[in-house]
T-cell receptor, first 114, second 118 residues
């Protein structure tokens, strides 16, 4: 059974800092990994999708990497801004079992202080 | 393209009442997934539906919960005789194709329905 862990659970940084969020998963046989952002009381916004054959994806100040063999992904946020404050969720779609499901981590709650 | 539309955004029900949550997928999407986010927990898969078919309901509680996706109209998640423990955010996602056929696409989620049982 796939399990996804995100560390740290919460992170507070001053504006302008670069930061890294971590995601690990137990079953490396995945189709893809997706990073989402969730604002309080809101829905999920997809940030980046990395296919299993890819090593990284970039969008603006965000860069996500994937090391499938070791079961790890990182989300790098450059030059953080207060508007980046949100909960960041990592989700994987696993080849085994039901490929229809996404397995989510519990998220990292990020606060960027002005 | 309005994206995945869920309504209502907030729903309050008394214990024992029924809750109906609606999800209209993105235009052109015929696959719908429901997830539940309990307070202080991550999102958990509930059910995957195609038009007029339930494909995978392995995450649905065995009693009181049901889902449908009719040929016309939105997908409905129905919770009968709600209890306090059903209070959660319920999210719907949609995709254009079956997940087994193509692995390299992501899911698009709606804004969710926040159910509060009092």
């Amino acid at each position: 059974k796939q399990e996804v862990t995100q560390i740290p659970a919460a992170l507070s940084v001053p504006e302008g800092e670069n930061l890294v969020l971590n995601c690990s998963f137990t079953d490396s046989a995945i189709y893809n990994l997706q990073w989402f952002r969730q604002d309080p009381g809101k829905g999920l916004t997809s940030l980046l999708l990395i296919q299993s054959s890819q090593r990284e994806q970039t969008s603006g100040r965000l860069n996500a990497s994937l090391d499938k063999s070791s079961g790890r992904s990182t989300l790098y946020i450059a030059a953080s801004q207060p508007g980046d404050s949100a909960t960041y969720l990592c989700a994987v779609r696993t080849e085994s079992g039901s490929a229809r499901q996404l397995t989510f981590g519990s998220g990292t709650q990020l606060t960027v202080l002005p | 393209n309005a994206g995945v539309m869920q309504n209502p955004r907030h729903l309050v029900r008394r214990r024992g009442q029924e809750a109906r949550l609606r999800c209209s997928p993105m235009k052109g999407h015929s696959h719908v997934y429901w997830y539940r986010q309990l307070p202080e927990e991550g999102l958990k898969f509930m059910v995957y539906l195609q038009k007029e078919n339930i494909i995978d309901e392995s995450g649905m509680p065995k009693e009181r919960f049901s889902a449908e996706f009719p040929k016309e109209g939105p997908s409905i998640l129905r919770i009968q005789q709600v209890v306090r423990g059903d209070s959660a955010a319920y999210f719907c996602a949609s995709s254009p194709i079956a997940p087994q056929g193509l692995a390299n696409y992501g899911y698009t989620f709606g804004s969710g329905t926040r159910l509060t049982v009092v």
